[in-house]
């Protein structure tokens, strides 16, 4: 069983930065793929972004492409999400997820479904 907690989140103007985090416990860290969602008021959950067990491949959404960067630290079982350029139209409770590697390598990073495990949130809003 793996346990997620992420920290980080906060108030900060738009064109701000934030750097969240999501730290790990139980389960093998480094053989884990893993993601960051979020649920803005009213809205259902979407992908952000996501880096594989391997920290070879990285994924994220079009909306935040140049701006966010996620990477993970194996050795602190930690992944982060780096996000410049803030926008008001990036509030909302930032998720973290994780899900096991699975033979063959295949980790279909944007589909919600994928995710074992969950965090409780953090909450990020940026004001205009």
């Known amino acids: 069983q793996v346990q997620l907690v992420e920290s980080g989140g906060g108030l900060v103007q738009a064109g701000g930065s934030l750097r969240l985090s999501c730290a790990a416990s139980g389960g093998t860290f480094r053989t884990y793929n893993m993601g960051w969602w979020r649920q803005a008021p009213g809205k259902e959950r979407e992908f952000v972004a996501a880096v594989s067990w391997s920290a070879g491949t990285t994924y994220d959404q079009d909306s935040v492409k140049g701006r966010f960067t996620i990477s993970r630290d194996n050795a602190k079982r930690t992944v982060y999400l780096q996000m410049n350029s803030l926008e008001p139209e990036d509030t909302g409770v930032y998720y973290c997820?994780?899900?096991?590697?699975?033979?063959?390598?295949?980790?279909?990073?944007?589909?919600?479904?994928?995710?074992?495990?969950w965090g409780q949130g953090t909450q990020v809003t940026v004001s205009s």
């Open positions: 997820a994780a899900v096991g590697l699975r033979g063959g390598g295949y980790f279909q990073a944007r589909a919600q479904s994928e995710y074992e495990y």
